[in-house]
């Protein structure tokens, strides 16, 4: 199953990308395809369209087409989202049974996640080809390509947090559990 691999790096290390593409993995990309996160938290949904000191930009090497089509990716997946999660709002609101009776809010919570859960299936087995998830003391970085996610691993492999050390000896291995 293709999942996203995930690779820890400890926050605040500047991250060395192989000099390929991210996406189809051509030698000595032109562009670079730019992704920025902000820290996860509640806050983040608030304040996402601030410039923070608690936001991490990445440049990833890939080809001037490979780039424009991630973020064509990624802007057709914030708008899928945004459909999904309103058309599971209301239709969870109109099926609700006579207001908030006591199954009321079990049929509302089933049925929005019937509504969600092919996107969850969909995000789960088709993951962006390059993406990161800012935490509290380490940045993930995660890859679709299992051999752009190996060369990320011996590039970076000071830096990787010390629980994920032991872990990447089965990424660069190969193994593919």
């Given at each position: 199953?293709?999942?996203?691999?995930d690779?820890?790096?400890?926050?605040?290390?500047?991250?060395?990308?192989?000099?390929?593409?991210?996406?189809?993995?051509?030698?000595?990309?032109?562009?670079?395809y730019?992704r920025?996160?902000?820290?996860?938290?509640?806050?983040?949904?608030?304040?996402?369209?601030?410039p923070?000191?608690?936001?991490?930009?990445?440049?990833?090497?890939?080809?001037?087409?490979?780039?424009?089509?991630?973020?064509?990716?990624?802007?057709?997946?914030?708008?899928?989202?945004?459909?999904?999660?309103?058309?599971?709002?209301?239709?969870?609101?109109?099926?609700?049974?006579g207001?908030?009776?006591?199954?009321?809010?079990?049929?509302?919570?089933?049925?929005?996640?019937?509504?969600?859960?092919?996107?969850?299936?969909?995000?789960?087995?088709?993951?962006?080809?390059?993406?990161?998830?800012?935490?509290?003391?380490?940045?993930?970085?995660?890859?679709?390509?299992?051999?752009?996610?190996?060369?990320?691993?011996?590039?970076?492999?000071?830096?990787?947090?010390?629980?994920?050390?032991?872990?990447?000896?089965r990424?660069?291995?190969?193994?593919p559990?």
């Open positions: 199953m293709p999942l996203s691999i690779i820890p790096l400890r926050l605040g290390c500047e991250p060395r990308f192989p000099p390929m593409c991210v996406r189809c993995g051509a030698l000595s990309p032109d562009s670079f730019t920025s996160v902000a820290r996860n938290g509640w806050a983040q949904f608030l304040f996402w369209w601030h923070s000191k608690h936001k991490l930009i990445a440049n990833a090497p890939a080809c001037h087409q490979c780039a424009r089509a991630m973020r064509f990716s990624r802007i057709l997946r914030y708008v899928v989202q945004l459909v999904v999660f309103s058309a599971a709002a209301i239709v969870a609101i109109k099926l609700m049974p207001g908030w009776k006591p199954y009321g809010k079990l049929v509302m919570v089933v049925t929005g996640f019937m509504c969600v859960a092919p996107l969850m299936a969909y995000e789960i087995i088709r993951p962006a080809w390059f993406d990161i998830t800012l935490a509290s003391k380490y940045v993930d970085y995660e890859f679709r390509d299992r051999v752009y996610a190996r060369l990320f691993v011996l590039a970076n492999f000071e830096s990787l947090t010390p629980e994920f050390k032991a872990e990447s000896a990424i660069v291995e190969g193994d559990s």
